[in-house]
Each structure stands twice: as C-alpha cells, then as structure tokens.
C-alpha cells in the first residue's frame, strides 16, 4: 500500500504518528532547495513537529534542482513519507514511527521554474531553506534570466528578485535607499560586471602548522585514555579542561552507563564521515576535476606502486631485486603477508576489557 493522503485511515498500526486532517490545509511558507534524507530528517521533521503542536502552521515547498532521481515519488505519496526515530531522549529509550507531512509539494527546477518563481508572489513564504553543499556552489556562467539559471545562487537570486519586484524585501536603516527600483538598479550594476573570487589569507604558522592542526582531529576520540584514572564499583573517574575557569585541570566522576553515554555520542552514526573532502576534491568531482588539474599544469597521473613482492607494472626483465633500505646489499624476499586487523580485533588488543566493564 503506497502512503498517501487518502489511506491515511486505513493505517491501523499502533505506534504509528499520523497528521490530523487540519495540517493539508495549512499555508506554504518555506521554500526548500533538495530533497535528501538530511533536509527531510531535521528541518522538515521539525516543521512538521511544530505543526502538530500548532506553533509554526506552515508547509514546505520543495525545489529539485538535480535531474537525477524522481520527484514523482513525491507526487504519488502526496509529499507524506514516514521517518523512524531511534534513541536515547533524557536517559530513556526512545522509538516512533512518525508520518511526515511538512511536505506540500516538490517542484522540478526544470520544468517547473515559472510554478516556482510564482512562490515569491505568496505573502505567507517566510523562509528559504537549502542543504546545498560545495558541488552546487561553483563559480559558472549563469544568469537569473534563464529558465531556470543553472546554479544555485542563481536560482536563489532569481527568486529573490521576484521577491524584490513585489515589494516584500525589507530594507532598513542604511539599506534603505535601495526600496527605490531606481537606486537598486544603480547598486546592482556594478556587482553583476565583477569577477568574485574567494579571499584567502595564508596559514598564521604555514602549511604544516595548518596540516598538525586538522590531523589531530582525523582520528581523535571523546577521551584518551590517560584522562580516565580509575573506573571503580561501577563509577568512571577522568580528568578534563574547564575552560570557563581559567582552562584548569578537574576531576569528574560519573556512572559507568552515563560514561558510555557521553562517549557514544561522539561517535558518528553509519554513513557519516569524519572528514569531508571541498571543492576538487569532492568526491561527486574528484575524477574529473583531478584530470583537469592535471591538464591545466601538464602534470602525468600518478602511478600506483606495486605491492611488496608484486612485480610493478613499469618493471623490466632483469632489473635489479629490492635491496634492504638498512645496508643496501641484502636482497628482500617476500616472507608471508600479514592481513589488515579488523575494527573489533583492534579494539580488543588496545583497550583492555576492564576499561568496556560496566557491571
């Protein structure tokens, strides 16, 4: 049975979070840029929460910028899609299964441009929203006249721009002057004729100051285990900085369960990473944006070295055997190869299982 507005009663599950009727009728006040898991777990489920308890009374108009995927999907469920909630709320196991509804339709950027710029002339849109990230953020040739402009300021100027033609921009103190189309006009001119670039400073201590600072965040964790001084009858003592007292040494004491509490909410759910990579180096990007870089310095591809005791691809009959790096005149031989420990085996042979006993 696909969700819809029109089996909303024939869901009999218990535990299970519906929208009263109410809610389908409210206005569209936010404006979203995306579709993804991200903006539909946070900002339209809080929405939709403040709906049911009648303090925000708005829906979500939804813009899909991308080609990829289906808006359809969307259409056929009537903008309702169900989000599960696992967790810990206040010390206590928490689990719903809520039916969002913030949802009031989504838009095709492609072919609904003209449905889309229409929203700026609705006196209830209060609010923009967007999760773009760094691939919809590049310096392209674009204009707001285009139906629809190709990047995301674009789209987001064109439509504020509508916005502005209305009357509904607010200008105040020494902005003022430009609620007159006139002076707007004059202040535009000059920015659309300049070349912006980004402002960068170089690094206070260099590049390997910069480089020592985020590789301490690479693989850091809540605690190290020289902090933890005894864990006792079930009770975790630790030392930590209180910044908000002159960054002075202190020691806390705390349950074993809340302990692993705190420490479990520094670890990042499945999926997430730790370190993303900007600009040519994001991953929607890397390949092609390496092979230009490449081209544009006349610089060749890397070549992946071999593995110990595999024969490189650039090898040549005769060439010289590996010799030992300490002396230079022993020959290397491949001896056996020692598998890469798993998650688990490393933890185990680092922590010792006191440090996991909570009893």
């Not at 569209?28 to 991200?38: A, M």
């Not at 033609?165 to 103190?173: A, Q, V, Y």
Request: glycine share 8%.
């Amino acid at each position: 049975m696909n969700l819809s507005i029109n089996n909303l009663a024939d869901i009999k599950t218990t535990g299970v979070i519906k929208p009263g009727k109410d809610i389908f009728s409210l206005p569209e006040k936010v404006l979203q840029f995306g579709t993804g898991v991200l903006l539909r777990g946070l900002p339209d489920y809080f929405i939709d929460k403040a709906n049911r308890q009648g303090i925000f009374n708005g829906r979500i108009v939804v813009v899909k910028s991308t080609d990829s995927g289906d808006s359809g999907v969307f259409d056929r469920q009537d903008g309702l899609y169900t989000l599960c909630v696992r967790g810990i709320d206040q010390g206590k196991k928490t689990e719903e299964n809520i039916i969002c509804s913030g949802i009031s339709r989504v838009l095709s950027a492609r072919d609904q441009w003209q449905d889309i710029l229409q929203c700026a002339h609705n006196p209830e849109m209060q609010i923009i929203v967007s999760n773009t990230t760094e691939v919809g953020i590049q310096l392209v040739a674009d204009d707001i006249r285009h139906e629809p402009p190709v990047s995301f300021p674009g789209k987001l100027l064109a439509f504020l721009r509508q916005v502005y033609d209305r009357g509904e921009l607010k200008w105040t103190r020494g902005m003022a002057p430009l609620a007159d189309p006139q002076q707007f006009a004059r202040f535009l001119a000059p920015l659309y004729q300049k070349k912006w670039a980004v402002h960068a400073k170089p690094a206070f201590g260099g590049v390997d100051q910069s480089l020592k600072y985020l590789a301490r965040y690479t693989y850091r964790v809540a605690i190290s285990n020289e902090r933890i001084e005894s864990l006792e009858d079930g009770q975790v003592t630790f030392r930590y900085k209180d910044y908000a007292h002159s960054h002075r040494w202190r020691r806390m004491t705390l349950t074993a369960h809340e302990f692993l509490r705190r420490f479990l909410c520094h670890v990042l759910p499945r999926g997430f990473v730790r370190i993303r990579s900007f600009g040519f180096l994001a991953n929607r990007v890397r390949d092609k944006q390496l092979a230009l870089c490449r081209q544009l310095l006349q610089a060749s591809a890397p070549v992946t070295p071999a593995s110990f005791g595999e024969q490189s691809s650039l090898s040549v009959p005769g060439d010289d055997p590996p010799r030992c790096p300490h002396c230079g005149q022993g020959v290397l031989e491949l001896v056996s190869r020692t598998l890469r420990p798993s998650v688990p085996e490393l933890v185990g042979s680092t922590y010792p299982p006191r440090l996991f006993d909570s009893s």
